[in-house]
């Protein structure tokens, strides 16, 4: 089971933590993405945490602003978000998939339910 937390409602420029619960899902042989849907668009493949050591992969739109890391003994997977910006706005996901990222979202597997975030201007 996975499991976002975290989101808000935040002013433009400011930063958020948001946290993957991965209950069941062994780092070490999933792959932890993060996956986004703004109100009225498709999602968006935002970054991905590989499994076996962990390489880490952006989308074009939030690299230097975003940065997913994982902490394997609380089998946990965060997205620190940086000067926030109203675009940033929408649902955030967390989905798995077994050991190496992938750009197109429709590749990953197992989803969990997101946290909204929301920019204000």
């Known amino acids: 089971q996975l499991q976002a937390s975290g989101g808000g409602l935040v002013q433009a420029g400011g930063s958020l933590r948001l946290s993957c619960a991965a209950s069941g899902f062994s780092l070490d042989l999933y792959a932890i993405g993060w996956v986004r849907q703004a109100p009225g668009k498709v999602r968006e493949w935002v970054s991905c945490i590989s499994a076996r050591d962990g390489t880490t992969y952006y989308g074009d739109s939030v690299k230097g602003r975003f940065a997913i890391s994982r902490d394997k003994v609380k089998n946990m997977v965060y997205l620190q978000i940086d000067n926030l910006k109203p675009e940033d706005t929408g649902v955030y996901y967390c989905?798995?998939?077994?050991?190496?990222?992938?750009?197109?979202?429709?590749?990953?597997?197992?989803w969990g339910q997101g946290t909204l975030v929301t920019v204000s201007s």
């Open positions: 989905a798995a998939r077994q050991r190496v990222c992938n750009s197109d979202w429709l590749q990953y597997s197992d």
